[in-house]
């Protein structure tokens, strides 16, 4: 594939971004929410990083999704 990612190179960099953003995440939030007045414990934190991060690929992908449905419908 010329100039182009394999498709196992997608996939590793992908799963990278999103376990680097997962991991990120969790830390924010620890620094964060008492920073703010609230007193999540670890597992909470886990929860609700894990809510966004699944909301997060679903967005993706949707976007995805429609803008090539839309690349597609191009002349």
Do not use: C, W
């Amino acid at each position: 594939m010329a100039g182009g990612q394999s498709r196992s190179a997608s996939f590793l960099e992908t799963l990278t971004s999103t376990l680097l953003g997962f991991v990120l995440s969790v830390a924010v939030q620890r620094a964060l929410f008492p920073a703010m007045g609230h007193d999540f414990g670890y597992a909470e934190n886990l929860v609700v990083a894990s809510v966004f991060t699944a909301v997060s690929i679903l967005r993706g992908y949707t976007v995805r999704r429609v803008f090539n449905a839309l690349r597609d419908q191009l002349p």
